[in-house]
């Protein structure tokens, strides 16, 4: 029995390495990077799991997935068992299989991780994830629930409205999800870019939640089709987890010319409305042979892997502090620089230049050295004086980040704010309006998926207890 | 989706659809528009609400073909679906009493004026319309407008109707004749239009409002395209706007960003060619 093997044994195993795309051929298409485990390397890395009893994954993880179950059954090859405990847990398994950051979170609690390298939660959750996908017919499907006759509201279909319309359907409510744009998904689909993402995967997850018996209406733009107020008196209560999306501007001169970018425009082209990547789009996108995306996080490596994709001959980071001070997921800036992405470090951006035509040329730097920490905890840039230089770019997408979106927010008075316009929240995420729940980018601002969920399913349980009591 | 119950052609490449789109219609108001997709894979277009019923849960748009996926709304026929419609969006028209209004129409400007020029009547002023177009097939809604218009000045182009000329010949009228002097002036149309009209307007210190139309996406304020200069500030037309004071507008910025896929829409031509592009 594999469950018999000893600390001593499993401690010899080696974590397993994730087959990838060949770097200069997907640089230059959209298929998934990652290529995803074998069963038979699934079950080795399963069996690297020590079953410690403290499980400090599970503390680590923001929807307390069962991992040492799901693993312990996968390490066994019993993978209906772990599809099962899975999926009891975590309503998106195939898209955090993906895009968490395991690494800062249950992997970096895993006890193997003290001494070598840790458990590889995340390409195990995506295995399992995958093949719950494929073997679909041949699970059970979801327990029955009993109708509760109470309706809920779900605004946004991002991960947060997605995780909280599933946890509140599988307690037996009715749940609507209204979306702003025309298809589902949120920033999952126009944000995340299908070679880190496929679209397929997110159809399928909501493809579930959709046969537990979520509706889910597109194009209704809550604050503007319909009101808070007029959701309030249609449904028993209300789950707000419309996003940032706002971008923050660069406040710097030129940032109107034509080719310049913000990330959320560039993404969504290219992502949500198909440019650059189905043939004979309708949707235009500028390419550029020098691209320059400001910013360091995951949304600036999103945009330049694109901008590779779509052709640029040179790629750039341009961040102004350095690689290391960078908030963007390790593996995602390995795989750029793999793909041929230039890593411009500690420069910043002092103007977008044009020429006559009111097209953008060049972004006109500045270098910068790092000094005294600041109130992040991370060194900050000083500019380095008369060291500016001027870049080419005809392309430059701004990915500084977002703000709170305050279509909705702006609609509702009596709503309380923080003084960033995101809503505030108690911890089970009940807002100061009664039946009103929120989570997600718009209480917390920008920050990952999983958060995004966790804040979804805490939100739900809250929910479940106000419409039970109500 | 959504059904189209009308479409009627009112000049070449211009088409007025009736579509039915409860929701929007109830809760719209002037000034404000909608995204509209003919189907997937398509773009995401932005039009005005030119009316809306909300009883009938109907909306009323008015539809220029000029790119891939304008010309692809225009082609469902009655009975037929749009596979989105999203809004209302925008900010709705402040409407207030001025006394004495003037609605300057260009092209399918006109069309969207139409509805603000109702509720400015409707809320007491005396409106002058002027509408213009390249030619008389071009000037639209002249009797609808003229319903609650003190007086409609028509000019076009090629004097086929109406003053031969531009909009502008007809209010330099209004403008230098101080009993005849609006108060607001609100000009819709294409960019040089409405900038020449906000140029005319500033020395006499006359307020005018426009309604623009920038490359826009989501219309919500979410990807920013829309931005433009208003004063010192970058504005989002989608959910600042679409109407701003015409005297602050960077209009140079807002024509240029305009340009951005004039090769993308001149190679998607060649690609359809024989579409039916007018």
């Known amino acids: ?470 | 989706m959504f059904k189209v119950l009308e479409n009627e052609v009112l000049a070449p490449g211009l088409h007025r659809l009736v579509v039915e789109a409860p929701r929007v219609a109830a809760a719209r108001r002037p000034g404000q528009f909608v995204i509209v997709r003919s189907a997937p894979g398509e773009e995401r277009i932005p039009l005005t609400i030119g009316d809306a019923d909300g009883a009938s849960g109907t909306l009323t748009l008015f539809v220029q073909a000029i790119g891939a996926g304008t010309r692809k709304i225009v082609a469902v026929p009655p009975g037929g679906f749009l596979r989105d419609v999203a809004g209302p969006l925008g900010q709705p028209t402040h409407i207030e009493n001025w006394g004495r209004v003037a609605c300057i129409g260009g092209g399918v400007g006109t069309a969207v004026l139409y509805p603000l020029a109702k509720a400015l009547a409707e809320a007491g002023n005396q409106v002058t319309t002027v509408i213009g177009g390249r030619s008389a097939e071009f000037i639209l809604l002249e009797k609808e407008l003229a319903a609650f218009s003190a007086e409609v000045r028509v000019t076009t182009e090629d004097g086929s109707r109406g003053r031969r000329g531009f909009v502008t010949l007809e209010l330099e009228d209004l403008l230098r004749n101080p009993a005849r002097r609006p108060r607001s002036v609100f000009a819709i149309g294409p960019v040089p239009m409405m900038r020449a009209v906000a140029e005319q307007t500033r020395p006499h210190g006359v307020a005018t409002i426009v309604s623009l139309n920038p490359i826009m996406i989501d219309g919500t304020g979410m990807c920013g395209g829309c931005r433009v200069v208003v004063g010192t500030e970058a504005r989002f037309a989608c959910v600042d706007g679409p109407e701003f004071d015409g005297h602050l507008v960077d209009f140079q910025g807002l024509a240029d960003r305009l340009t951005m896929y004039h090769e993308h829409e001149a190679q998607c031509r060649l690609a359809h060619a024989g579409g039916g592009m007018p």
């Open chain 1, 1 to 470: 029995m594999i469950n018999n093997l000893s600390a001593k044994e499993r401690l010899s195993i080696a974590r397993e390495k994730m087959p990838e795309q060949d770097a200069a051929l997907r640089s230059r298409n959209f298929a998934e990077v990652n290529l995803g485990l074998s069963l038979e390397q699934a079950m080795r890395e399963a069996q690297r799991c020590l079953l410690c009893k403290s499980r400090p994954c599970v503390a680590g993880c923001p929807v307390e997935v069962d991992i040492p179950e799901f693993v312990a059954c996968l390490a066994q090859g019993d993978l209906a068992a772990a599809a099962h405990a899975l999926m009891r847990d975590n309503a998106l398994p195939a898209v955090c299989g993906r895009v968490c950051p395991q690494e800062v979170q249950c992997e970096a609690k895993c006890v193997r991780g003290v001494r070598g390298l840790p458990v590889a939660v995340g390409y195990l959750e995506r295995f399992v994830a995958d093949w719950a996908m494929a073997n679909s017919a041949d699970l059970p499907g979801p327990p029955a629930t009993v109708p509760s006759g109470k309706q809920a509201a779900v605004v946004g279909c991002g991960p947060a409205g997605l995780t909280a319309a599933g946890e509140l359907a599988t307690r037996g409510h009715e749940v609507t999800i209204f979306e702003a744009l025309h298809d589902t998904g949120g920033v999952l689909r126009y944000g995340i870019p299908e070679f880190r993402l496929p679209k397929g995967i997110i159809d399928q997850e909501v493809r579930r939640l959709i046969d537990v018996g979520v509706r889910i209406e597109c194009n209704v733009i809550i604050g503007k089709t319909l009101t808070l107020g007029q959701l309030r008196e249609q449904y028993d209560a209300v789950f707000i987890g419309n996003g940032a999306g706002l971008p923050v501007m660069l406040g710097i001169d030129g940032e109107n010319l034509k080719g310049v970018y913000s990330a959320n425009e560039y993404l969504t082209r290219v992502n949500l409305m198909g440019a650059g990547q189905v043939f004979d789009s309708a949707t235009p996108i500028l390419r550029g042979r020098h691209v320059a995306v400001i910013g360091g996080g995951n949304t600036a490596m999103d945009c330049v892997r694109t901008a590779r994709r779509l052709g640029a001959e040179r790629a750039m980071i341009v961040y102004r502090r350095g690689e290391s001070e960078m908030p963007a997921r390790v593996e995602e800036v390995h795989h750029a620089k793999q793909e041929g992405v230039e890593f411009v470090m500690l420069t910043a951006p002092l103007a977008v230049l044009g020429d006559e035509a009111g097209w953008a040329r060049a972004l006109r730097c500045q270098k910068m050295a790092l000094g005294e920490p600041d109130a992040s905890g991370r060194r900050r840039p000083v500019s380095v004086a008369g060291s500016e230089f001027d870049l080419p770019a005809e392309v430059v997408i701004n990915a500084l980040g977002t703000r709170a979106n305050p279509l909705l927010t702006a609609t509702e008075p009596a709503l309380k704010l923080n003084k960033w316009g995101n809503i505030e929240t108690d911890e089970r995420g009940a807002t100061s309006l009664p039946g009103i729940f929120a989570g997600g980018d718009i209480v917390r601002g920008g920050a990952t998926v999983i958060l995004a969920m966790g804040d979804g399913k805490r939100a739900a349980a809250a929910m479940d207890a106000y419409l039970r009591s109500a």
